[in-house]
């Protein structure tokens, strides 16, 4: 059985504060759980309700875990209906003397929905770096890590000042471009020296790039718009912008 002792800790994960005390990361879901599994990264523990257990006995044969009830389950996770499995691990930290390959750069980004499935696609495309200003939302919010799924586990995520991870891309000889949609350069048309890693600067859903960006990141693109409506959502021009670039 779990302790209200460890109810208390795990439910403080689905906040910054507790995350940020612990240094852990909460994990909810079968698909997302076995994703990190195959990653191999270090899960702590893995607690499973008996419905769970009978319905998946492949996974649950596999692995270690407690069980748990579904009425505690929901009181950890403040899901209606969850899947019955949840598990923690460590908060993976990354690094600015880790980086190879291309990168993103995020500038303010608020939406946690937005933010997961930024580093989704990313991972999609095979882009390891993930450097957020420390305006964004936090990685490891519990929506950032569904929508993510799984991506946190395969990426380079640097959260620190937005002036410092551009300097410090500069620096290693990074091309540095920022999507902008009243730019006079069309990503169609974008040209840059294959020999050489480049980085992308994503701006604030309401607001777009900071004065900072704008300053620091002197070639900038836009999407070709054919349609009326006023902008595009910044996780699908992320995509677009990706799919683009690995052509």
Known sequence: MISKHKIKILRSLNTKKGR?????????????????LS??????????????ENNNSELTKKINF???????????????????????????????????????????????GNL??????????????????????????SKVIRSAMGAHFKQNIVIDELDSLINHLYSN??????????????LKNLKIDKNKKWGVVFGNEAHGLSKLTKEKIEYNVKI???????SLNVAVACGIFLYEMSK
């Open 66 to 112: 407690e069980e748990i009830s579904n009425k505690e389950i929901k009181m950890i996770t403040g899901t209606v209906n969850p899947q019955g499995i949840i598990a923690i691990t460590e908060i993976k930290e990354g690094s600015l003397d880790n980086i190879f390959g291309n990168a993103i750069i995020l500038d303010n980004i608020s939406d946690p």
């Open 20 to 36: 940020l005390l612990h240094k852990m990361i909460l994990l909810e879901g079968k698909r997302l759980i076995e994703e990190v």
């Open 116 to 141: 997961g499935t930024i580093m989704r696609s990313a991972c999609w495309f095979g882009i390891r770096n993930i450097f957020l200003s420390k305006e964004c939302v936090d990685p490891y919010n």
């Open 173 to 186: 000889d990074y091309q540095l471009l920022s999507t902008d949609l009243n730019s006079n350069n069309n």
């Open 224 to 230: 070709s718009q054919f349609g009326p409506i006023e």
């Open 39 to 52: 990653e191999k990264s270090k899960i702590k523990k893995i607690w499973i309700t008996k419905d769970f």
